[in-house]
């Protein structure tokens, strides 16, 4: 099945700047519902009232970070199967398998392309 590129996916990070490089990215990808939240709690809200297909989050947030933010997604039973995409500066290896014990989908460590993040999504949406 193709990925539906008019999905509607929500990015959440904190920095103005890494949410329209974020954005940008996906533009360049083709996919066209792109929503905004800066903050974790923001983030849930807008997951709870919207119908969003995919999440890509930033790990270091205040004052819900995105490993907070994706164990309430995980949390939520209307939530629980939405793909959840980490982004972080940290590869450290606790970091990961932390939040792969949350339930993470997969994990993009920064500075990414649009390359990288094709790969990604296509590791957790199938190939577009």
């Keep these: ?5 008019n999905m509607n996916i ?6 103005k700047t890494m949410l329209r490089i974020i954005s940008n ?22 997951l709870r009232e919207g119908n969003f297909n995919l999440v890509i989050s930033d790990w270091n947030m205040a ?9 309430e997604v995980r949390a939520d039973a209307k ?13 450290k290896t606790e970091n990961v398998v932390e939040a792969k014990t949350a339930g993470v989908s997969n994990y993009i460590v920064k500075p990414f392309n ?10 957790v949406l199938g190939a577009f």
């Design 1 to 5: 099945m193709a990925v539906d590129m």
């Design 79 to 91: 939530l629980k199967p939405l793909p959840f995409i980490m982004v972080t500066a940290e590869s």
């Design 10 to 15: 929500l990015i959440v990070d904190d920095y």
């Design 114 to 123: 649009a390359e990288t993040l094709k790969q990604k999504l296509t590791a």
């Design 63 to 71: 004052p819900m970070t995105g490993l907070q933010l994706l164990k």
């Design 25 to 46: 990215l996906l533009k360049q990808l083709g996919f066209k519902n792109i929503e905004e939240a800066t903050d974790g709690s923001e983030a849930l809200r807008k």
